[in-house]
């Protein structure tokens, strides 16, 4: 054990040097610098497109922007797969406070705030040290998605009301619906990076490279599957970073590399800053947050308003200032900034005027301001006055959640942008994680599988090491005569080969091999995520029968590694969330073959003498139908004897009357139907089956001695290859 521990010290470093925590304590990843964008764009894409989306929501004064980008985002995707246009209608309401609730706290055994937390493997759940709920308790889409796999969400709005000022209430409400889907999760993935994180400096700031090349993939995203979730850093609103727009800015370039501007100030573009396509209709509160993630009250803020951007002072009702649509930060590397705050882009238009984002170039101090040549550049307005500017042209249309209006402590009303929809420049370097989030195409309510296995509800680390072969697997046992029909699995890493295979009818439940492959494949994921894939052909199992799901990431180095759960921090921020994880022995299992381990095995993860939850693979089911049992073939009745003569037959003796099957017995297809209906109602929606055996077979005893240093140096490495 002494030989172990500065190998786990070790692991713990390689996650210091490539893993880090932004400041509303989202898990960010450093990137290789010549990183290829992936995912080739469609060259048709039009130049300007808003994806449908449903009206703007306000998170009030709680830190859960992560979770309305996540709902966002599948809004916008379900809109898309059901044909629906929507430009900010009502069409569409899920939970936000749901899945905020799911993710950082664990069900109880009566469904009540007071009640017993239930310690079953699949009650894993981030801890918030932020308060009791975790509503003030930052996150990003793999929060969302870890949550929404495991069944919690997503549920409508009317379920689980957002209610900020009663935060007692919307706890309530989400433990008793806790366990509620009736929409299911079919995937998110991560797209590339437009800014990826390339270095963290000593002091604490980082430094990103901006990938043009990159924008495309995320139009891509929007076109086909709907609206975008992305972190980003927000400043307060008296920051010069929000731009009201300059119109008829007509001149050659100064500093930097040359332009023609004549090509790009397009002065009806610029006469109509604010055009979007339909109206935003939302009943918003009048005071919010706008920005607890970073713990800033708006009513504190010194708040810079534009007085041609103000509404009519005639209007009592008109808010009396305007937080400007247009954001830049023109200077993100010498800020180093990271991200603290969830949005949602629902579209782009390439021809939105890099002027609308433009900044004098010396400050009313009179001292130059330095701008990141990487995106910015000089140039001159028509009376001569030098501006920062962006290097491009266009624009993401974001929908933010701080809703359209919101009041400061002085009782004065102030507009959010575009009716709560903002702009940023294409050349925004401190967006980070992109990521769309889509739904089962399954009507609400009527989910595409009776019932789920599962082990795993948190984000995933990947367990890595070169020239290791890792494979992971989980053992559950049937509740029912079903067929498994798909199953479900984190992909933590790009261009990935997922490997499955599945045995049916184990005869040692502590060796997920001790049957034959019932269904073997894999298939490849351009992205990293949370995917359902569905199993070439579906595979029978009976009640109480054991089954395992076996489960390997086939890298483009050959390498294979394994989603797994862990406890451990990636550093030692105390505004990171720990892992309440729950595990059993005989539930995941671990094997691992190279020149670096001596024994080859299956080894059970509670053997590890780690910090190990479980394997993080599912197994989605349906009944199997079965037929009604056929009633029993009746007795034959007697046949004479060849009678000696035709014309005087001999009459056969009096047969028994033969068992002719009772038609008031069989039930009825009505009965039949009846009867399923209940036994999928009385049925739970996940399973947590384990082996009764916990003895370990003697091969996986061997193998755990030589695993532990092999496992303690890879569980740190979550995507920090990339």
């Known amino acids: 054990m002494e030989d172990l521990r500065p190998l786990v010290a070790d692991a713990l470093a390689l996650n210091a040097q490539r893993t880090f925590l932004s400041e509303n304590g989202a898990v960010l990843f450093l990137e290789d610098e010549a990183a290829d964008p992936g995912i080739a764009a469609n060259a048709l894409l039009p130049s300007a497109y808003t994806a449908p989306y449903t009206s703007v929501k306000d998170q009030g004064s709680t830190g859960s922007c992560w979770a309305f980008g996540a709902v966002a985002s599948l809004e916008s995707a379900r809109m898309v797969q059901q044909g629906i246009s929507s430009a900010g209608g009502d069409e569409l309401d899920w939970s936000e406070a749901q899945l905020a609730y799911g993710a950082f706290n664990g069900q109880t055994n009566d469904g009540t705030l007071e009640g017993c937390e239930l310690t079953t493997s699949d009650n894993d ?41 009663d935060r007692d209430a919307m706890a309530a409400a989400a433990a008793a619906n806790y366990n509620l889907s009736r929409v299911r999760l079919d995937y998110s993935k991560g797209l590339p990076e437009i800014a990826p994180f390339v270095r963290v400096n000593a002091d604490g700031t980082v430094d990103r490279d901006w990938k043009e090349e990159a924008l495309d993939a995320t139009k891509q ?88 951007a103000s509404a009519d002072a005639s209007d009592p009702d008109a808010p009396q200032a305007v937080l400007p649509q247009n954001y830049w930060i023109h200077d993100s590397d010498e800020q180093g900034f990271t991200t603290n705050h969830v949005v949602t882009i629902i579209g782009w238009d390439d021809a939105y005027s890099r002027w609308n984002f433009a900044i004098e170039l010396y400050g009313e101090d009179g001292n130059k301001r330095s701008y990141d040549p990487e995106i910015a550049q000089v140039a ?40 709560g929809l903002f702009r940023f420049s294409y050349c925004e370097k401190t967006l980070a994680q992109p990521a769309v989030m889509v739904p089962d195409e399954a009507p609400n309510d009527q989910p595409s599988y009776d019932e789920t296995y599962q082990y795993d509800a948190i984000m995933s680390q990947q367990l890595w090491q070169p020239d290791v072969q890792f494979s992971g697997a989980n053992v559950f046992t049937a509740s029912d005569n079903q067929t498994l029909d798909a199953v479900g699995v984190w992909v933590p890493d790009d261009d990935i080969k997922v490997c499955i295979d599945v045995r049916v009818g184990l005869t040692d439940p502590t060796n997920p091999e001790s049957a034959e492959p019932a269904c073997s494949f894999h298939q490849s994921v351009e992205c990293w995520g949370w995917y359902t894939i569905d199993l070439p052909q579906t595979v029978a199992v009976d009640a109480g029968q054991t089954f395992s799901v076996v489960v390997s990431l086939l890298d483009g180095d050959g390498d294979r590694s394994v989603p797994v759960e862990a406890a451990l921090s990636l550093n030692d921020d105390p505004g990171f969330p720990s892992m309440r994880v729950y595990a059993a022995s005989g539930e995941s299992f671990l094997k691992a073959t190279g020149s670096s381990v001596d024994e080859e095995g299956w080894v059970d993860c509670q053997d590890m003498g780690m910090e190990l939850g479980n394997v993080c693979v599912k197994a989605f089911a349906t009944e199997r139908p079965v037929d009604p049992e056929e009633p029993e073939d009746p007795e034959e009745p007697i046949e004479p004897e060849d009678p000696e003569s035709p014309e005087d037959p001999v009459a056969p003796e009096d047969p028994e009357a ?51 240093s092999v496992v303690a140096c890879a569980v740190g490495a979550a995507r920090q290859r990339r």
Request: glycine share 10%.
């Open 380 to 419: 001159q307005d028509d009376d001569g006055v030098s501006w920062i500017v962006p290097r491009i042209d266009g624009a993401w249309i974001i929908k933010n959640s701080w809703g359209e209006t919101v009041e400061s402590s002085s009782g004065e009303t102030m507009a959010m942008g575009d009716g």
């Open 221 to 308: 995203a929007i076109f086909d599957t709907g609206a975008v979730s992305v972190l980003y850093y927000a400043d307060d609103p008296g920051s010069p970073y929000y731009h009201a727009g300059l119109e008829n800015a007509d001149s050659e370039s100064g500093e930097g590399e040359a332009v023609d501007l004549n090509e790009t100030a397009d002065s009806d573009a610029l006469a109509s800053p604010n055009a979007l396509s339909g109206a935003v209709a939302l009943d918003s509160g009048v005071s919010a947050s706008l920005d607890s993630d970073t713990s800033s009250e708006i009513g504190a803020l010194d708040v810079s308003t534009d007085p041609d």
């Open 125 to 165: 759940y981030m801890i918030s040290d932020k308060d009791r709920y975790g509503f003030d308790q930052g996150g990003n889409w793999m929060a969302a998605s870890a949550a929404l796999a495991a069944g919690r969400g997503l549920s409508n709005e009317t379920d689980v009301p957002f209610n900020a000022d």
């Open 658 to 708: 033969p068992d002719m099957p009772d038609d008031s017995k069989a039930p009825s297809p009505e009965a039949q139907s009846d009867s399923r209906a209940d036994a999928a109602a009385a049925a739970s929606r996940t399973s947590l089956a384990r082996t009764n055996d916990p003895l370990a077979s003697a091969a996986g005893t061997l193998a755990c001695v030589a695993m532990l």
